[in-house]
């Protein structure tokens, strides 16, 4: 399996956060659970086979994606394809905040959705991917990658300052942070901070908050995968109680914290679920 990743110069890197090439992963499952992370993804699939999202219960087909694909900010998680008989992609990850510059529309409408991205970005987009196609190796997919993504945020580069702001403050730490006193330093209203939050971040702020907290759940149970304090853990991570953290883990997840532990996969945000 080839598996790299390229981090933009700068300005880019202001927007995008990481550019991920992978060919031919293989993985002993069919089908893997792909929990919210707080991000939205193009996809570039680079094989003419169609890739498949499934029902989150009973695994059946629910959605054909072909050529390439924007997954948008999730609050559920997705049952997606992990095998296939060829694969290969090369997938942008943007910055929180970020999509705006490059959808060129409010990113509310895509949130828990995934699109044909040619309905976002048109016929040019084929015109990337078959670019993407001629390129010998991932140093040289990464340049035209660059290169597209550059011309494309062009005359859309400025996101909203408030949102810059607050996603600056949320992330720093999602688990203390206050929406009342975020809302007051921006000087709007609490009803027109969700309205420009839903155009920039496809998401409202408490949404992204909770995502956040629970990124930050899944982060610490990856590095300390022995013993556990599962009431420190909720604690640290601004969950009112155990409960409340087990609640809202298996919201996000499908499962409690210490299934997770023993389903997860070998990539965070991962789970494998079948082996059809």
């Known amino acids: 399996m080839i598996l790299e990743f390229h981090i933009p110069l700068l300005p880019l890197s202001n927007y995008v956060e990481l550019i991920t090439y992978y060919k031919g992963y293989n993985p002993p499952h069919t089908i893997e659970?792909?929990?919210?992370?707080?991000?939205i993804d193009l996809i570039i699939d680079l094989t003419n086979i169609p890739k498949y999202i499934y029902d989150n219960e009973s695994l059946t087909e629910v959605q054909s994606c072909k050529r390439a694909w924007i997954s948008g900010m999730r609050t559920e998680y997705i049952s997606i394809q992990a095998r296939a008989d060829e694969s290969e992609m090369l997938v942008i990850r943007f910055r929180p905040g970020m999509a705006w510059s490059f959808l060129h529309m409010p990113?509310?409408?895509?949130?828990?959705?995934?699109?044909?991205?040619?309905?976002?970005?048109?016929?040019?987009l084929l015109s990337f991917r078959e670019q993407l196609l001629e390129q010998a190796d991932s140093a040289q997919k990464f340049a035209v990658a660059?290169?597209?993504?550059?011309?494309?945020?062009?005359?859309?580069?400025?996101?909203?300052?408030?949102?810059?702001?607050?996603?600056?403050?949320?992330?720093?730490?999602?688990s203390q942070i206050s929406i009342r006193e975020i809302t007051y330093k921006t000087g709007y209203s609490n009803k027109h901070l969700i309205s420009l939050f839903g155009k920039y971040a496809g998401i409202n702020p408490?949404?992204?908050?909770s995502v956040l907290?629970?990124?930050?759940?899944?982060?610490?149970?990856?590095?300390?995968?022995?013993?556990?304090n599962w009431t420190s853990l909720a604690l640290d991570?601004?969950?009112?109680?155990?409960?409340?953290?087990?609640?809202?883990?298996k919201r996000f997840s499908g499962f409690n914290p210490s299934a997770y532990m023993e389903l997860r996969g070998d990539y965070i945000n991962y789970i494998p679920v079948s082996q059809r």
């Not at 659970?33 to 991000?39: F, N, V």
């Not at 945020?153 to 999602?174: D, F, G, L, T």
């Not at 991570?237 to 883990?249: S, T, V």
């Open 206 to 209: 408490k949404q992204y908050i």
């Open 33 to 39: 659970r792909l929990l919210p992370d707080g991000g």
């Open 146 to 174: 660059e290169t597209y993504l550059l011309q494309r945020m062009k005359n859309h580069v400025e996101v909203h300052p408030a949102i810059r702001y607050c996603i600056s403050q949320i992330s720093r730490n999602p």
């Open 213 to 228: 907290k629970f990124q930050q759940a899944v982060q610490l149970l990856e590095n300390n995968p022995g013993q556990i």
């Open 107 to 124: 990113v509310l409408e895509i949130k828990d959705k995934v699109v044909d991205a040619e309905l976002v970005f048109g016929n040019e």
């Open 237 to 249: 991570c601004g969950y009112y109680d155990q409960a409340h953290f087990i609640n809202e883990f």
